[in-house]
């Protein structure tokens, strides 16, 4: 709905410009019959100036001064404005290339009045009389491809009224272009309305040169600045190209300063700046929207766009004219394609797309009013400018407005950058107590190794002084020394082993073999394998299930289980550590959990040992902790088992934790995430 909004507004508009061009016929205007248009009932202050439309008499391949009509014969009759191009003579329709004399009889009532004519062109050489006096000429007329010069640029011609007849007679010539004849229309009137239109029109096209000359300028300085935008660039040509072009249609304004330009220049900057805008204009949507725009396409639109500015500019003129109509053609199609193509950046809500689209349905319009103008089948034209001039505002505006969007980004980020200079001094006390904290962390770490292994190294130490000294007699008393070195070694072994293990694991340089197991499966390995080791060591086992569980025994969970097994062994072997033999009981609790809105596997393993002390708690997972509860006094024991088993399970993306009285006993929980049902 806000595209076709969109759609008709442009075209509303479209509309307003195309129909402000063109006079509203106030009352049925006089046309030419027979050569002879009656203007004596015409009122030029309420009706503005006549359209000398209708029946010009017509010589063709003939040259006539106005001495020479009245012995020149029975003349044809062509309709002005049009070309010669199709008048049939003889059966058959005349040739682009040739010559002729017009000639028209206005009848007026006006004797003694300063009257003008407002001459756009003719295609593409002429001589004027009026009243049997030369008045007005572009380029040489000439029945002599060697004497002939052809110009194009618009006139005005003033001449006083001495009779109740003007008698008018136009020579044209053409040997450059595909139309010949008085193909624009030719106003009879007040000199000074001709001039206000002029200048008003002149006024337009310099306001359009200034205007998209300065945006071009100012775009590519941007593009000096930031080489990678290259839609600045295209836009920035593009709108020179615009203003260029401005220069030699329309009012033909270089012509005007420059009487004495080359007319095959002039005409072939108009063909370059037309050829060149369409691809630049492809390349420009490319540069803007890059997902839209396919590579290909605007290869292809390359291709044809340099290909056809190359050819014009090396063929003649007329070989130039006669091929337009095929580049028109292309236009169009590109036109179409691009307007798709900007309809789809707007359905997915590209940046600024929304005003590309309605400049180029401007533009488009424009254009395509201008193709049938200039193949004589609308009757006035020349409004491309204006939809150019639309579509650059709207670029302008997208890129102004993306750059706005990067400065004020700039800006937020000068912001931040400031806020967090501010904030540097307090940043840098705060890592400089992380750095302590982490120095005094290492040292009680080196302190525990340290310990850890000067303990077991000494006991070695003495059992092998013993026995080298000979203090130790007798086979038996030597093996059980032997035995106690080597039980000691491994110990040593367990943990450097360990110590290894924990630091690869705090890397993550440890693969995972995750495997799918269901709830139901996990208790069954587990329960079977710690309950006759638990029971073998003289202690109680003892398992429970929550009702969750025994609701929902086939959830599924990815574990690596021998991972896991480390874990449970490192908690099984503290629990049996730290209760009686006797009367302790170790008890597999297995329960769902909820955790930031999901669902948990939870396995604790209980005991009612001596528990640990409060402020031991926070500390039960770090490496070497030293406490009576979990410190690895007991033989074979690193201090690193409890570490490790909270890297694996947060390698598992799950939890762990204790909770423990002194006296009491503890608990010891992992928690391990559900497959979602």
């Known amino acids: 709905m806000r595209i076709t909004g969109l759609a008709g507004f442009s075209l509303l508009m479209l509309i307003f410009i195309i129909t402000g061009c063109g006079a509203h016929e106030k009352k049925e205007k006089p046309t030419a019959v027979m050569g002879t248009i009656d203007a004596r009932g015409w009122d030029f202050e309420h009706d503005g100036p006549l359209k000398l439309r209708g029946e010009w008499s017509f010589y063709w391949q003939r040259l006539l001064e106005p001495e020479q009509l009245a012995a020149a014969g029975a003349p044809h009759y062509i309709a002005v404005p049009g070309s010669w191009n199709d008048f049939v003579m003889d059966g058959r329709k005349l040739?682009?290339?040739?010559?002729?004399?017009?000639?028209?009889?206005?009848?007026?009532?006006?004797?003694?009045?300063?009257?003008?004519?407002?001459?756009?062109?003719?295609?593409?050489?002429?001589?004027m009389w009026v009243n049997g006096r030369p008045v007005a000429a572009n380029g040489i007329v000439s029945d002599s491809l060697d004497r002939y010069k052809p110009q194009s640029k618009p006139e005005i011609v003033p001449f006083?009224?001495?009779?109740?007849?003007?008698?008018?007679?136009?020579?044209?010539?053409?040997?450059?272009?595909?139309?010949?004849?008085?193909?624009?229309d030719i106003e009879y009137g007040p000199e000074a309305s001709f001039i206000h239109k002029e200048r008003w029109a002149t006024a337009l096209d310099l306001f359009i040169f200034g205007s998209l000359g300065f945006m071009g300028l100012y775009h590519l300085g941007l593009f000096l600045y930031r080489p990678k935008e290259l839609s600045l660039m295209?836009?920035?040509?593009?709108?020179?190209?615009?203003?260029?072009?401005?220069?030699?249609?329309?009012?033909?304004?270089?012509?005007?300063?420059?009487?004495?330009?080359?007319?095959?220049?002039?005409?072939?900057?108009?063909?370059?700046?037309?050829?060149?805008?369409?691809?630049?204009?492809?390349?420009?949507?490319?540069?803007?929207?890059?997902?839209?725009?396919p590579r290909v396409a605007v290869r292809i639109v390359q291709a044809v766009g340099f290909g056809f500015a190359l050819f014009a500019w090396v063929a003649t003129p007329y070989i130039v004219s006669k091929t337009n109509f095929v580049y028109q053609m292309f236009s169009v199609v590109v036109i179409a394609y691009a307007s798709y193509v900007l309809y789809l950046t707007v359905r997915r809500r590209r940046e600024g797309s929304l005003l590309i689209l309605a400049g180029s349905i401007c533009v488009s319009s424009t254009v395509i009013w201008d193709i049938l103008y200039y193949n004589e089948i609308v009757k006035f034209g020349d409004v491309t400018p204006l939809g150019l001039f639309a579509i650059s505002l709207a670029q302008?505006?997208?890129?102004?407005?993306?750059?706005?969007?990067?400065?004020?980004?700039?800006?937020?980020?000068?912001?931040?950058?400031?806020?967090?200079?501010r904030n540097l001094e307090r940043t840098v006390e705060a890592r400089t107590a992380d750095i302590r904290k982490m120095e005094a962390s290492r040292r009680t770490l080196l302190?525990?190794?340290?310990?850890?292994?000067?303990?077991?190294?000494?006991?070695?130490?003495?059992?092998?002084?013993?026995?080298?000294?000979?203090?130790?007699?007798?086979?038996?008393?030597?093996?059980?020394?032997?035995?106690?070195?080597?039980?000691?070694?491994?110990?040593?072994?367990?943990?450097?082993?360990?110590?290894?293990?924990?630091a690869k694991l705090e890397d993550r340089q440890i693969d995972m073999h995750l495997q799918p197991l269901t709830v139901g499966e996990f208790i069954r390995h587990f329960t079977a394998k710690y309950e006759m080791e638990v029971t073998e060591r003289g202690c109680r086992f003892d398992s429970s299930l929550s009702a969750a569980v025994?609701?929902?025994?086939?959830?599924?969970?990815?574990?690596?289980?021998d991972r896991i097994e480390q874990v449970l062994t490192n908690m099984v072997y503290n629990a049996l550590t730290h209760s009686g033999a006797e009367q302790g009981v170790i008890t597999f609790l297995f329960a769902y959990t909820p955790h930031e809105g999901h669902e948990q596997f939870t396995m604790s393993v209980i005991d009612n040992g001596v528990g640990i002390n409060e402020a031991d708690l926070p500390h039960?997972?770090?490496?070497?902790?030293?406490?009576?509860?979990?410190?690895?006094?007991?033989?074979?024991?690193?201090?690193?088992?409890?570490?490790?088993?909270?890297?694996?399970?947060?390698?598992?993306?799950?939890?762990?934790?204790?909770?423990?009285?002194?006296?009491?006993?503890?608990?010891?929980?992992?928690?391990l995430p559900l497959d979602k049902i």
């Open 447 to 502: 302190n525990n190794i340290s310990h850890d292994l000067n303990t077991p190294i000494m006991l070695i130490q003495g059992y092998i002084e013993a026995l080298s000294s000979g203090l130790v007699k007798g086979d038996a008393d030597r093996g059980k020394y032997l035995s106690m070195t080597r039980s000691r070694i491994d110990g040593l072994n367990r943990l450097i082993h360990d110590l290894f293990e924990l």
């Open 550 to 561: 025994k609701k929902n025994i086939h959830r599924e969970l990815n574990v690596d289980l």
């Open 396 to 421: 302008s505006f997208v890129l102004a407005s993306r750059f706005s969007r990067a400065f004020t980004r700039v800006e937020q980020l000068s912001h931040e950058l400031m806020d967090l200079n």
């Open 620 to 671: 039960v997972f770090e490496r070497l902790h030293r406490s009576g509860r979990t410190s690895g006094g007991g033989q074979g024991h690193s201090g690193l088992g409890l570490a490790i088993a909270k890297e694996i399970v947060e390698m598992h993306h799950g939890r762990i934790g204790v909770e423990s009285k002194r006296g009491e006993g503890s608990r010891f929980w992992f928690s």
């Open 234 to 293: 295209y836009f920035g040509i593009s709108c020179l190209l615009i203003a260029i072009r401005t220069l030699f249609v329309g009012q033909k304004y270089m012509i005007t300063l420059f009487p004495s330009f080359d007319w095959a220049i002039s005409s072939k900057i108009g063909y370059e700046t037309y050829y060149l805008l369409v691809p630049l204009s492809v390349m420009f949507v490319r540069a803007l929207y890059p997902a839209d725009m």
């Open 160 to 184: 006083p009224i001495e009779s109740d007849t003007i008698e008018i007679v136009v020579q044209v010539a053409n040997f450059d272009h595909r139309f010949g004849g008085l193909w624009r």
């Open 95 to 127: 040739p682009d290339i040739g010559y002729a004399t017009y000639s028209l009889r206005i009848l007026t009532s006006e004797q003694g009045e300063i009257r003008a004519l407002s001459v756009p062109e003719a295609s593409r050489a002429y001589l």
